[in-house]
């Protein structure tokens, strides 16, 4: 995990990059991160986040068996932060000007959405979820377009509506098969609205102090934000060693060590492009179901599989 994530957590405790990685950094940042193509490590950081996260969903419904959603809401940043802490860049100084993006950044990428989150999975199962959550690609290029001014190409706006019928043809013949709600349906397009105004609000942060050092401020935040619903919950929440790993494998993995990749690969390739990452949490999410839990795939399913990548490449391409 540590040579994985490199790049971002090279900064010394006091702020400053080691010499041996100045001149590389300063090229990468003089070069638009929505121009340049995608690098080995940004598949690594892709397939990372999206791995991790598209077991959340698994690891959030074996926690939800026995736990309040307000519990899992807190433990979730809470878990995050102290994963984090483990690396020293996360603790590198930030701007006083730039306290309040990050206040309202813990609001949007963190305590609202993962609020969102364990409570619509008490009415629509977790298929349906990670469905809906791969819509922020689009969110990300509605909120980039009409709040910061950012133009996406016409081939990574062919990726995005690509990949959303491959969620479509994934995730339809299991959401016609559960129970569904329209108050879910509406907490996780709430969910991925926050995300693709975070998406964008996180780019130049990241860029000007490292990823480490964002999340450690937007996780603090988070953690502050739920801490009212947490112990709510857990007046109403009863032990299990099971939900007790699912809580440490979605904190620590799905909102330390993917949140991390995620912010990593934002203030390299860019917001829209890194959105591409939720098409890949439905295809971790069904081959989790097969082996895990004994679910069986349609056919629709396996070629929606195959649309979604498909769609994931032509957003990833270049945009100059």
């Known amino acids: 995990m540590e040579s994985a994530h490199a790049w971002s957590l090279t900064a010394t405790g006091d702020g400053h990059l080691p010499r041996h990685h100045y001149f590389a950094t300063m090229h990468e940042q003089s070069e638009a991160p929505e121009s340049r193509p995608f690098l ?115 081939l990574q706006v062919a990726g995005i509506l690509t990949g959303i019928v491959g969620i479509l043809l994934i995730g339809l013949p299991t959401a016609t098969s559960g129970d569904t709600s329209a108050l879910g349906v509406i907490f996780v397009l709430l969910a991925v609205t926050s995300y693709g105004i975070a998406a964008n609000l996180a780019g130049p942060l990241q860029r000007r102090y490292g990823s480490a050092a964002v999340l450690s401020r937007v996780l603090a935040v988070a953690t502050v934000a739920t801490l009212p619903f947490g112990l709510f919950g857990l007046a109403h929440s009863s032990w299990s060693t099971q939900a007790f790993a699912a809580n440490l494998a979605v904190g620590l993995g799905g909102t330390g060590v993917a949140y991390l990749a995620a912010a990593t690969l934002i203030g390299r390739v860019g917001p829209v492009r890194m959105s591409v990452v939720t098409y890949l949490v439905p295809v971790v999410a069904a081959v989790l179901g097969v082996v895990v839990l004994g679910e069986v795939l349609v056919a629709w399913q396996v070629l929606g599989a195959a649309v979604l990548i498909g769609g994931a490449w032509l957003t990833t391409r270049a945009s100059g």
């Open 40 to 154: 080995p490590f940004d598949w690594l950081l892709l397939v990372t986040a999206a791995g991790i996260w598209g077991a959340s969903f698994l690891f959030m419904d074996v926690a939800l068996d026995h736990e309040h959603p307000g519990l899992v809401a807190f433990l979730r940043p809470a878990l995050g932060l102290l994963a984090l802490l483990a690396f020293p860049a996360s603790r590198r100084p930030v701007d006083r000007a730039d306290r309040g993006r990050l206040v309202v950044l813990g609001i949007t990428w963190m305590a609202f959405p993962l609020t969102m989150f364990p409570l619509a999975q008490q009415w629509i199962d977790s298929s349906v979820a990670g469905m809906l959550n791969s819509g922020m690609p689009v969110a990300t290029v509605l909120v980039a377009a009409l709040a910061f001014g950012v133009r996406s190409s016409r």
